[in-house]
T-cell receptor, first 116, second 113 residues
Framework: DTAVSQTPKYLVTQMGNDKSIKCEQN?????MYWYKQDSKKFLKIMFS???????INETVPNRFSPKSPDKAHLNLHINSLELGDSAVYFC???????????????FGNGTRLTVT | TQLLEQSPQFLSIQEGENLTVYCNSS?????LQWYRQEPGEGPVLLVT?????EVKKLKRLTFQFGDARKDSSLHITAAQPGDTGLYLC?????????????FGAGTILRVKS
């Protein structure tokens, strides 16, 4: 199936640990994103990569480090996890450069991160 | 404060009723997209509106973009239980590095049979 897939779907870990979330898209898109959805369902962009190049870097703590080995993959590594990092993290992709404002986002099904 | 104010936050209605969800801002958007999200899944695009005053219809759903491209509405006619979900509007804002999608806080719709 053509899709945006991210793993794991659920991640439960303790404060202070380091964890990674992986994302892959086989849609042939040029741009990939990480979004964070909080408990109130508010969806906020964290990062955007276009052809492996960082385009958008919102005011995210530097404990969060995205890595794009190729344009089909965008992983998210989080160091020293904190309680406030608990949320659902969505990977997404779109065709073209972010300046193509008509391009819809194709989302993965999310990774629910719970920090205890 | 959020760039995009979405209302209402929650809506619980009976099957067959009509409803409207609003998305408002003081900013002008290059375009505006509406998404629907079901539990345990990612948002799925419903429609993109680009031109001020544009109206698009998708079966029982009618989307309108305001003339000034600052607001939008989603109207559902004769709602069905299958319409239940989280509806998100997202506006494209021009930034230094290109367009960025900014999401509203969402409207949780529950349609009871």
């Amino acid at each position: 199936d053509t899709a945006v897939s991210q793993t794991p779907k659920y991640l439960v870990t303790q404060m202070g640990n380091d964890k990674s979330i992986k994302c892959e898209q086989n849609l042939g898109h040029d741009t990939m994103y990480w979004y964070k959805q909080d408990s109130k369902k508010f969806l906020k962009i964290m990062f955007s990569y276009n052809n492996k190049e960082l385009i958008i870097n919102e005011t995210v703590p530097n404990r969060f480090s995205p890595k794009s080995p190729d344009k089909a993959h965008l992983n998210l590594h989080i160091n020293s996890l904190e309680l406030g990092d608990s949320a659902v993290y969505f990977c997404a992709s779109s065709q073209g450069h972010p300046s193509s404002y008509n391009s819809p986002l194709h989302f993965g099904n999310g990774t629910r991160l719970t920090v205890t | 404060t959020q760039l995009l104010e979405q209302s209402p936050q929650f809506l619980s209605i009976q099957e067959g009723e009509n409803l409207t969800v609003y998305c408002n801002s003081s900013s002008v958007f290059s375009s505006l997209q509406w998404y629907r999200q079901e539990p345990g899944e990612g948002p799925v695009l419903l429609v993109t509106v680009v031109t001020g005053g544009e109206v698009k219809k998708l079966k029982r759903l009618t989307f309108q973009f305001g003339d000034a491209r600052k607001d939008s509405s989603l109207h559902i006619t004769a709602a069905q239980p299958g319409d239940t979900g989280l509806y998100l509007c997202a506006g494209a804002v021009l930034t230094f590095y290109g367009n960025k999608l900014v999401f509203g806080a969402g409207t949780i719709l529950r349609v009871k049979s």
